[in-house]
């Protein structure tokens, strides 16, 4: 159910359709907004801003005094419908567009105008539908603007409307592509103003002139319009141009009865040129149209004429008629489109008949087509009168077509099966805008149709859906006769003389249900028909009935439930009918009876309101008014009994909201026993929604996907509004801030953390159809925190280290928020890597210690990273540190030796130690005054001279850091052989050492022992050669006596 309010005069009202609170959202701002106007008014907006208007109903009067863009989500989609002001939307600034929404007045308050213009200029009115206003668009004193390509349709109040007005000097605006249709007494109008240029607009159905050009307009240009249907084409008393030169032409009348013969700019050339050949006389002056067009330009902007098409066969899908594209299949089917064909004489436009084939006709204007006949009497229906025909055909998509002023049906579907038209314009077909006829799997959406006397009709016809159809100005606007498994639901259907009539439907599965019916004679009719589901429809102002159920005996078991019944003569009226259901529905102020019953029994109504009806009900029959105890009865506005008792018999001390004493109907003795003391459906409990806890508690990315659960035991959501506020330091908070409004389920917003880095707290607020508003709760819902910088990491460790003590790598971290860890990744050489944590000190300092090893001088190398808690990462660069050696090594020269003179003696350095290895070792000593130097670890060395030597041993390791030991050489002459006389028993083993000893000597000394021999033999020649030469001269002084002895 929905709510009750009352009006400013107390009145009752009742809505199953409350207004919900939608997103308005400026896009340079990123503010939301629940309404138009106060995204204009919001101090942040300002000129040459966008203002982006979500899908939805507003019912508010829009005054536009800035430079806006304003765009809705498509006229289909997005409804701008004011009570009682004098415009919906009223522009005062220049620069502004306004795109996408269906703009309408009311029921009961004339409209001035749906969108008004004063002194403006340079704005764009484009892509809207205007309809139920005075006058669709008016300018006033306005220039240079352009209308373009919407749909004005029915602004009649009460006779009067106009489409377009441009009055008081509204100068050099640019009206085109404009669908201008039934808009009571002119489709567009100028007053007083010139230089306008209007092109290519359909202006049909008006009561006095298609185009009116008043009070001395002058240098208006006026061509490429179609002007069809109304009482009178066009008067112009100023002077203006009605056509565009040739060979482009003028404009295409309805009514000009010229041929087409001749060509040329003067018509004086054989053959035709599309052209009339005489000109068209424009009423009120004396304009004419010198090039009036022999074909109508379609509503469709680029479409060609072409003459009707005959298909029979699949064969016949081919580009001789037209096919363009396709295959046939269901994923590509045939494809006809951009076609005007006009069906005037010849009797249809189109004929489809006995394919099997997928295809699609698309953007085709069908129109005039004449001959009247019905298809019973040749069979099948021969399509004359009918725009569209399709005769045992399977698999077609009839979309985005214009069909209109056909003498018979805008088109038929005969024993046909998945067809589906769709968003089609249906106007001024005499019999029918659609019939489907035999045949099943048939849809109907999103059409517009008027003017005929059947909006859809349906005969013998099974499996059919009627939905998002918007049908006015009808006999019957829907009229299933005889069809069975159908579905009427959100259709707009007004303004005709029966909104839906079924006949002879009786199937549990047929339901009538989400519809608006208003402004007719009979809501719902149902006639004969039974096991019909009528529910949550909006049914109002019909000047007979709201829901008739009649049809002598043969309408039974029908169910309504939970419709809003408002404003008509009579709410429910029941005759010869039985046991049928009236549930849960609020009927107010009717003008006549509430529900009246007449000649009929079994009928069962209770858990209905009955607000301020004249007669609230009426019964003649025996039928039951209420459910029993507990459940009880009705709510009844004029009920005056009281609530003291409870019980079955109300004897029981207490209230239970059921009154006391019956409420008696009017007329025999039908009797409410347990009347409600309130109105059913009365819904006074607040939803609950909860702000889903984000997955993490800390995010660097600038979008959060927010999400809400939402609860209400008793009325759909409405609507659901995030809040927000913000801390810099977790601390100080900001006020909460609305940040947007999901309007439909799943409850969500994508978050964009528009306050900054820092933290976020957030709840939600839901909204019901009934209009509770859920309390903002004392505390957040959920929380979360927004970071998306890395912190900074300075590296503050020394630049060296040394063996075997303690490096601290040292950093100094700044964060902004949370840091999570900070970490060292460290190795030495080419080993592998470690991982460390560093440790928190004061002043945002982190270290770690590494115990450098003692023995290993190999590079330290590391890298520092630091992490915050939203996963924002820096790091340094890898760093290398030195690893020096400080530690001198230790000399181990051995202890002190003895040794035989001549006999090779080893040093033996190897017990001395360094941490990292010993590079040198160095052994001095002093022999015969002279330093001796060995090298090595272990060098050898023969002493010949006996004595004590002390030998030097000096030892240093890679970096040069040394220390020295020293050791003391004793040199013996070796002792001589022992010869024992008196020992008889000499030990052989003795003599056998002796002899190895003596061998071993001479093996190990046999060089020093050659050199000694040298020596000697030197030593001897020497004094042989000293010796000998005193002698050698003795003998030479001696000669001459030799000689003189000669």
């Not at 005069?9 to 359709?17: E, I, L, Q, S, V």
């Amino acid at each position: 159910m929905g709510i009750i309010s009352t009006t400013e005069d107390g009145t009752a009202r009742f809505g199953t359709n409350l207004q919900t609170a939608n997103s308005v959202h400026n896009l340079q701002t990123n503010e939301y907004f629940t309404t138009i106007q106060a995204a204009i008014d919001a101090s942040n907006t300002t000129d040459g801003q966008t203002i982006e208007v979500s899908a939805g109903l507003y019912n508010e009067e829009v005054i536009v005094n800035k430079s806006l863009s304003i765009y809705g989500q498509g006229w289909q989609n997005t409804t701008i419908n004011p009570s009682g002001s004098p415009h919906v939307i009223y522009v005062t600034a220049n620069w502004v567009n306004i795109s996408g929404f269906t703009v309408t007045g009311t029921y009961s308050t004339p409209i001035d105008s749906g969108i008004w213009l004063e002194s403006v200029q340079n704005c764009r009115i484009e892509n809207n539908e205007l309809t139920g206003d005075w006058a669709g668009v008016y300018l006033v004193s306005s220039c240079s603007n352009s209308i373009n390509n919407n749909r004005l349709l029915y602004n009649d109040f009460f006779g009067n409307g106009e489409g377009i007005r441009l009055e008081y000097a509204s100068n050099n605006n640019t009206v085109s592509n404009n669908l201008i249709m039934y808009c009571a007494q002119f489709g567009v109008i100028l007053l007083e103003s010139n230089d306008n240029t209007i092109y290519n607009n359909s202006i049909i159905g008006h009561t006095w002139f298609g185009m009116g050009l008043l009070n001395n307009c002058i240098g208006n240009s006026i061509f490429h319009n179609q002007l069809m249907n109304n009482a009178g084409q066009a008067k112009d008393d100023g002077t203006n141009n009605w056509d565009n030169g040739y060979p482009s032409g003028g404009n295409y009348w309805g009514d000009y009865s010229g041929v087409d013969n001749k060509s040329g700019p003067n018509q004086d050339l054989s053959s035709s040129d599309g052209i009339g050949d005489s000109n068209y006389s424009i009423s009120g002056g004396f304009n004419v149209d010198r090039y009036p067009l022999m074909q109508p330009i379609s509503p469709i902007e680029g479409i060609l004429p072409h003459s009707p098409i005959h298909i029979n066969s699949n064969a016949d899908f081919n580009i001789a008629h037209n096919v363009t594209s396709g295959n046939g299949t269901k994923g590509n089917p045939w494809i006809i489109e951009n076609l005007n064909l006009s069906g005037f004489v010849v009797g249809s436009c189109f004929y489809i008949g006995n394919t099997t084939e997928y295809f699609k006709i698309r953007n085709c204007s069908f129109h005039d087509a004449s001959g009247l006949s019905a298809w019973w009497e040749t069979g099948y229906p021969s399509g004359s009168g009918r725009g569209l025909v399709l005769y045992n055909v399977q698999n077609g998509i009839i979309e985005n077509n214009y069909i209109y002023s056909n003498e018979f049906d805008g088109s038929i579907a005969y024993l046909s099966s998945n067809i589906h038209y769709y968003n089609n314009s249906f106007f001024n077909n005499i019999d029918r805008c659609i019939d489907i006829n035999t045949s099943n799997n048939c849809t109907v959406e999103g059409n517009t149709m008027a003017y005929s006397f059947v909006g859809i009709g349906s005969a013998q016809s099974y499996f059919i859906t009627f939905v998002n159809n918007s049908i006015s100005h009808y006999t019957y606007g829907i009229y299933p006769w005889v069809s069975y498994f159908f579905s009427v639901n959100n259709n707009k259907i007004e303004n005709g003389d029966t909104g839906v009539c079924l006949e002879g439907c009786t199937n549990s599965s047929n339901m009538i249900r989400d519809n608006t019916i208003s402004g007719n004679s009979y809501g719902v009719y149902l006639s004969y028909s039974s096991n019909i589901f009528v529910n949550n429809n909006a049914i109002r102002d019909n000047t007979m009935t709201g829901i008739a159920i009649t049809g002598f005996m043969s309408n039974d078991q029908n169910t309504i439930v939970n419709n809003s019944i408002s404003d008509n003569y009579n709410g429910i009226s029941i005759g010869y009918s039985y046991s049928n259901e009236i549930i849960n529905n609020t009927i107010v102020n009717s003008t006549n009876y509430g529900v009246t019953i007449q000649q009929s029994d079994s009928n069962l109504l209770y858990h209905n309101n009955f607000i301020n009806n004249i007669i609230q009900a009426h019964n003649e029959g025996s039928n039951a008014w209420d459910n029993g105890y507990p459940s009880g009865g009705n709510y009844w506005s004029d009920y005056i009994g009281m609530d003291v008792y409870s019980g079955g018999m109300q004897n029981i001390p207490g209230a239970d909201g059921i009154g006391d004493t019956p409420y008696n109907i009017t007329q025999w003795s039908g009797q409410d026993r347990f009347p409600l003391m309130t109105p059913w459906g009365t819904d006074i409990t607040q939803p609950n929604s909860t702000v889903r806890p984000p997955s993490q508690y800390w995010y660097r990315t600038t979008i959060l996907s927010t999400y809400a659960n939402v609860t209400d035991p008793e009325s759909p959501i409405a609507n659901v509004s995030l809040f927000f506020h913000f801390s810099a330091d977790n601390s100080s908070w900001s006020n909460w801030t609305l940040f947007g409004i999901d309007d439909l389920a799943p409850w969500n917003w994508s978050f964009n953390f528009s306050s900054g880095p820092g933290y976020y707290e957030f709840y939600s607020v839901a909204v019901d159809n009934a209009g509770n508003v859920e309390a903002a709760p004392s505390a957040a819902d959920a929380s979360c925190a927004f970071d998306p910088f890395a912190p900074t990491v300075v590296d503050t460790s020394a630049s060296s280290a040394t063996t075997g003590d303690t490096f601290y790598v040292r950093a100094s971290i700044t964060e902004a928020f949370a840091l999570a860890q900070v970490q060292v990744m460290y190795w030495y050489g080419s080993g592998s890597s470690v991982i460390g944590a560093m440790h928190p000190g004061t002043n945002n300092q982190y270290e770690l210690a590494l115990d450098i090893p003692a023995n290993d001088t190999e590079s330290l190398y590391y890298q520092i990273t630091a992490v915050d808690e939203a996963a924002n990462f820096n790091s340094t660069l890898t760093r290398s540190i030195t690893v020096s050696d400080n530690d001198s090594p230790i000399a181990r020269a051995g202890s002190d030796q003895t040794v035989n003179a001549s006999v090779q003696m080893q040093f033996n350095g190897s017990g001395s130690v360094d941490n990292v290895g010993i590079a040198n070792y160095t052994w001095n000593f002093t022999y015969n005054g002279s330093e001796v130097l060995l090298y090595g670890e272990m060098p050898n060395y023969t002493f010949w001279a006996p004595g004590n030597y002390t030998a030097y041993l000096n030892v240093s390791d890679a970096v040069g850091l040394w220390a020295v030991d020293d050791l003391t050489v004793a040199v013996v002459l070796m002792a001589p052989p022992v010869n024992n006389t008196n020992n008889t028993n000499n030990n052989t083993n003795n003599t056998q050492n002796q002899t190895n000893q003596t061998s071993n000597f001479l093996n190990d000394y046999w060089w020093a022992i050659a050199v000694v021999a040298l020596i000697v033999v030197a030593v001897a020649i020497g004094v042989f050669m000293l010796r000998r030469k005193p002698k050698a001269v003795e003998a030479s002084k001696e000669e001459p006596e030799d000689k003189k002895e000669e």
